[in-house]
């Protein structure tokens, strides 16, 4: 199993010695483990990418995977396996469905649902050996999973290999669970003191995090009465949520469900909803802060689908608590017409500018500071550097994900080996012959490795739900690093959509004036005519002038109002809240798993030496 030719997509790891890093080789994988020696590359490297398993045309990595001449066997067909995978048995469907999120079950869920088995560990550990390559299983992986399960059940003697159940099909039964486990929630409820009994499968959350304070001073408002009303917004904040609806429309056509807690029922929207209320929004408030709406792709995969889904919550949250557009008529009808697309081909929705029909009062136009730009200008000069910033630490932070989740799943593969040698190791003993049993030092050292295993296994579940706290931490970035992200975009669209013509007009205005003048002096028939119709015009110029300079006003008053009040309060609340709730998340992840290597160091200290 670990001695079979590497493919060549583990080629690229920047370590030579295995053991240095615990991400670049996998010991369940079919990919042979290098010769130790050399030292790591001095740089991080790169997360591997692991090939997918095609499990249905390959055998158990627990058999030799070469032939006698050195040659690589070839792969053997499973037609029944491959018919159940196509059609599978109503039973595996729900068991999904009960256990995955986001479309894939993890290893840690996975081990605990092999525990309901009453299986051997030696047979769980091949059973994971073939179908555990990655740190989650798809369907098919989660469904060959149950069939072998089943296959072991019904003949404790079979060899556990895909082969094997291909050829007890279709008369394989139905895999036999005590209690299938749930999928572990994102963040449960945490008891104030540990479980007296130490159970490696019982999932529930043993120790408190610390607890979190939202208390704030709040900004400087500096008399703003704008800023005044926005102090202390992170506490009335709508929370919207956008999830993935299983069923598509047509052959691709994904549909979200969106709910809110501030308003009653969920709805479905489409895609090209939110397109049509970012376009409509972006007319109406060329001058706010507007988030951006994440990209569209043609046969997305789920990965792709899941992010798009999280850049969607993330732009209907921004929409919906911003002092301005939380109250534009187009976003309230798009949280809360159940028939939208109706809707929007009953109604024609205005799209005039904001300024057509707000008016400034003279107190909001006396608040507008004079060096507005040079405020204006120094965040212009910051913004890249900000936004570059917090790029980094999302790509550092996803990469950090990326390491934990393979790290949940490496700690459940421990597990499971440990559970094998600890039902080997006593057998091992010379005195373990036909009709004996093995010395008092073997048993108690097999029950101190079956202790370790359980306390692996309490890791593994700790640090599958620790994975929310970085999820959510992630988010947090993403959503300071789409506030500048939105400024920038909107020094953009000042700098594009800004500019009027009353430079021309006011030019015009003076021509017109000059040739009435000159009219007047030469007095030649019908001047008066002419005179009236320059008089006219320039009443019209005049007219537009006016309108013109009021918009002018207007959007300094909005690029006032998006930089000293939303901009300025969210990017101080934002990451403080962030930093506080990461904070306290891994504080009490680290201070949970503390507790279980105390507790496995107490039950050790009985473990024989001789």
């Known amino acids: 199993m670990f001695n079979t030719p590497r493919a060549s997509a583990m080629q690229s790891s920047g370590f030579s010695d295995p053991l240095a890093s615990g991400y670049d080789v996998d010991p369940w994988s079919g990919t042979q483990s290098p010769a130790r020696g050399g030292t790591p590359a001095p740089s991080m490297p790169s997360m591997p990418s692991m090939p997918s398993a095609t499990l249905n045309t390959s055998t158990s990595t627990s058999t030799s995977a070469?032939?006698?001449?050195?040659?690589?066997?070839?792969?053997?067909?499973?037609?029944?396996?491959?018919?159940?995978?196509?059609?599978?048995?109503?039973?595996?469907?729900?068991?999904?469905?009960?256990?995955?999120?986001?479309?894939?079950?993890?290893l840690p869920t996975l081990q605990r649902l092999l525990a309901t088995a009453r299986l051997p560990a030696s047979v769980v550990e091949k059973i994971v050996g073939?179908?555990?390559?990655?740190?989650?299983?798809?369907?098919?992986?989660?469904?060959r999973v149950l069939a072998l399960v089943a296959l072991a059940q019904s003949d404790p003697s079979a060899e556990m290999t895909l082969a094997a159940v291909d050829a007890a099909l279709p008369g394989l039964p139905a895999p036999r669970l005590s209690a299938?486990?749930?999928?572990?929630?994102?963040?449960?409820?945490?008891p104030q003191s540990p479980s007296s009994t130490f159970s490696p499968w019982d999932s529930t959350p043993r120790f408190p995090p610390a607890p979190v304070s939202y208390d704030t001073n709040g900004p400087q408002t500096g008399g703003n009465p704008d800023a005044e009303a926005e102090r202390g917004f992170w506490?009335?904040?709508?929370?919207?949520?956008?999830?993935?609806?299983?069923?598509?429309?047509?052959?691709?056509?994904?549909?979200?469900?969106?709910?809110?807690?501030?308003r009653a029922g969920a709805l479905l929207r489409r895609y090209s909803d939110f397109v049509w209320l970012h376009t409509?929004?972006?007319?109406?408030?060329?001058?706010?802060?507007?988030?951006?709406?994440?990209?569209?792709?043609?046969?997305?995969?789920?990965?792709?689908?899941?992010?798009?889904?999280?850049?969607?919550?993330?732009?209907?949250?921004?929409?919906?608590?911003?002092?301005v557009m939380r109250d534009d008529g187009a976003l309230n009808v798009f949280m809360t017409e159940p028939n939208f697309e109706a809707w929007r081909k009953r109604v024609k929705v205005s799209t005039d500018e904001e300024s057509a029909s707000k008016r400034l009062n003279p107190a909001q136009e006396m608040a507008i500071p004079a060096d507005l730009e040079e405020k204006l200008d120094g965040l212009r000069t910051r913004l890249p550097g900000l936004i570059s910033a917090y790029q980094k630490m999302v790509t550092l932070a996803e990469r950090e994900l990326a390491r934990r989740t393979q790290g949940a799943a490496e700690a459940a593969r421990f597990a499971v080996a440990l559970g094998a040698v600890s039902e080997d190791m006593p057998a091992a003993c010379y005195r373990c012959v036909p009709g004996g049993k093995s010395c008092d030092v073997c048993q108690g050292t097999g029950r101190g490795l079956a202790t370790v295993g359980y306390a692996w296994s309490r890791l593994a579940e700790q640090r599958e739900r620790d994975l929310a706290t970085l999820t959510d931490g992630i988010e947090a970035?993403?959503?300071?690093?789409?506030?500048?992200?939105?400024?920038?975009?909107?020094?953009?669209?000042?700098?594009?959509?800004?500019?009027?013509?009353?430079?021309?007009?006011?030019k015009r205005v003076v021509g017109r004036q000059a040739r009435i003048e000159a009219a007047r002096q030469a007095a030649k028939p019908g001047w008066e005519d002419e005179v009236g119709k320059l008089t006219s015009g320039i009443e019209q110029d005049n007219s537009a002038i006016t309108a013109l300079l009021a918009r002018r006003v207007f959007v300094r008053a909005c690029m006032w109002h998006e930089f000293g009040v939303v901009f300025h309060s969210r990017q101080a609340a934002?990451?403080?809240?962030?930093?506080?709730a990461w904070v306290a998340g891994e504080s009490g992840a680290v201070r949970a798993e503390g507790k279980v290597w105390d507790r496995l160091g107490e039950d050790l200290e009985n473990m024989p030496l001789e």
């Not at 007319?283 to 994440?294: D, G, H, I, S, T």
């Open 66 to 106: 070469s032939t006698a001449n050195g040659s690589r066997a070839q792969p053997q067909q499973t037609p029944e396996l491959d018919a159940l995978l196509d059609d599978p048995p109503g039973a595996y469907i729900a068991l999904f469905r009960q256990l995955e999120s986001g479309g894939a079950v993890s």
């Open 130 to 143: 073939l179908t555990g390559h990655q740190a989650s299983l798809g369907r098919p992986d989660f469904y």
């Open 180 to 190: 299938a486990p749930e999928a572990p929630p994102p963040r449960p409820p945490l």
């Open 235 to 262: 506490r009335r904040l709508e929370n919207v949520t956008v999830e993935l609806c299983p069923q598509k429309e047509g052959w691709f056509l994904q549909k979200y469900r969106v709910s809110s807690d501030k």
């Open 280 to 323: 409509t929004l972006l007319q109406r408030y060329p001058f706010r802060l507007l988030p951006a709406l994440p990209p569209k792709r043609m046969n997305p995969d789920a990965a792709f689908l899941e992010t798009r889904r999280k850049g969607l919550q993330r732009f209907i949250n921004a929409l919906v608590n911003h002092p």
């Open 477 to 506: 970035l993403k959503r300071q690093r789409d506030l500048y992200m939105s400024f920038r975009d909107l020094f953009h669209r000042h700098e594009r959509l800004s500019r009027d013509g009353v430079d021309a007009l006011q």
């Open 574 to 580: 934002m990451a403080t809240l962030a930093w506080r």
